[in-house]
């Protein structure tokens, strides 16, 4: 598939330069919710480029450090636990996409934002934009962005979060809600790292 189609028609509109944008751990039960946002050379050809989703986390590695060498431009931003819990993981969700964009070292004319929300009760993409469902999938911008988000919040999750709370085993489960990962809540509950938000399904069944 061309992934290059969402981003050949903006250039035609006038917009020079694109920028893709995701997030990834919106659904974890603990750590922040990352977003990346980058600029690439057009029709830059990266063999492998997909949604993050759709990779091998060897493969989601090798393509981190291939687009973060050759990027025009590229930023990570996240938002932390505490702040989920303050507002929503929605509003979170846009304010670490809103972090990403303002972090990058060149100012886009447009971003292409991965799904169908722009914005939540409290935060919203500023910058001229339109959403893609699945852009992740369609566009090499918007892939790109998935890979860094993903990769950038596994290692964090992995190394730094699985050292300061080592009996939670987040190296293996990233902090999603798996079946260890609720056994582990069970035995020491929650740390400050975990959303509080999003553990009333593990409490209502205490």
């Known amino acids: 598939m061309d992934l290059w189609i969402y981003e050949r028609e903006q250039w035609n509109n006038g917009f020079s330069t694109v920028c ?18 980058v600029i690439l050379p057009r029709e830059l050809d990266i ?10 986390e060897k493969r989601r590695e090798a393509l981190y450090d291939v687009i973060t060498a050759r990027a025009a431009a590229w930023s990570v931003a996240r938002v932390e636990a505490a702040e989920i819990d303050e507002m929503d993981i929605l509003n979170a ?10 972090g990058l070292s060149v100012k886009p004319d447009l971003a292409l934002i991965d799904g169908n929300r722009d914005h939540g009760s409290r935060y919203a993409i500023k910058t001229p934009h ?6 992740d999938g369609k566009s ?25 709370y080592p009996q939670y085993q987040f190296a293996r489960h990233k ?32």
């Open 175 to 206: 902090g999603y809600g798996t079946k260890l990962h609720y056994q582990m809540l069970d035995r020491y509950g929650p740390c400050p790292q975990h959303r509080v938000t999003f553990l009333k399904k593990w409490e209502a069944r205490r």
């Open 47 to 56: 063999p492998g480029l997909n949604d993050s989703k759709k990779l091998t």
């Open 130 to 135: 339109i959403t893609i469902v699945k852009g």
């Open 93 to 102: 969700r846009m304010l670490a996409m809103t972090r990403a964009i303002d």
């Open 20 to 37: 893709g944008v995701d997030e990834a751990g919106a659904g974890p039960l603990a750590g922040p919710v990352y977003a990346a946002a």
């Open 140 to 164: 090499a911008s918007i892939a790109a962005a998935s890979i860094l988000a993903k990769v950038s919040r596994d290692r964090y999750v992995s190394t730094e979060l699985d050292s300061l």
